[in-house]
C-alpha cells in the first residue's frame, strides 16, 4: 500500500498509548474523509488492539497501524515485541466484570479478524477489517 494510503505510530507499550493511538487512527481516518460512524468504529477496535497488546504481553512498545487496503475496506493492525509463542488468551467475562469484552467487541465490529506472526516485530500481530462503504 502507498504511503497515502496508510499509517503507522509505534508507542511504548503503556496504558496511556492506548488514548494516543486512538487519536492517531482517529485523525488519519478523518484526513481520509472517512464517515463519523466508521471512524468510531475503527478507534474502538485499535483502542481494543492495543489495550490486549499492552496488557497480555511482554512488550514493551507496540507498533499500530491503519491502511487503506481498497476504498471501502480499511485494515487495522497492532503488533507487539513479545516472542513468546502462544494463543490469544480466552476470557469469559461475567455480567459484573468491568473487563474482559475486548476481542468479542473485535468479533462483533470488524468485518474479519484474526493474529499471526508478525514480520515487522517478530512477535504478535492482530488485525481487523472494516467496510467503509465506500
Given amino acids: ?53 499492552v496488557c497480555h504481553t511482554r512488550s514493551v512498545q507496540v507498533l499500530c497501524g491503519i491502511g487503506r487496503v481498497t476504498d471501502d475496506c480499511l485494515r487495522l493492525e497492532v503488533h507487539d515485541h513479545d516472542i513468546t509463542v502462544g494463543r490469544l488468551p480466552r476470557c469469559e467475562a461475567g455480567p459484573e466484570d468491568e473487563s474482559g469484552r475486548g476481542l468479542f467487541l473485535v468479533q462483533e465490529i470488524a468485518r ?23
Fill in 1 to 53: 500500500m502507498s504511503p497515502e494510503r496508510t499509517h503507522w505510530i509505534e508507542l511504548p507499550a503503556l496504558r496511556s498509548s492506548v488514548q494516543v493511538a486512538r487519536r492517531s487512527v482517529n485523525a488519519r481516518m478523518t484526513a481520509w474523509g472517512l464517515p463519523a460512524e466508521i471512524c468510531a468504529d475503527a478507534a474502538l477496535l485499535v483502542s481494543e488492539l492495543v489495550t490486549n497488546a
Fill in 112 to 134: 474479519t479478524w484474526g493474529f499471526a506472526r508478525s514480520r515487522l516485530t517478530g512477535g504478535n500481530a492482530v488485525w481487523a477489517t472494516l467496510t467503509t462503504g465506500g
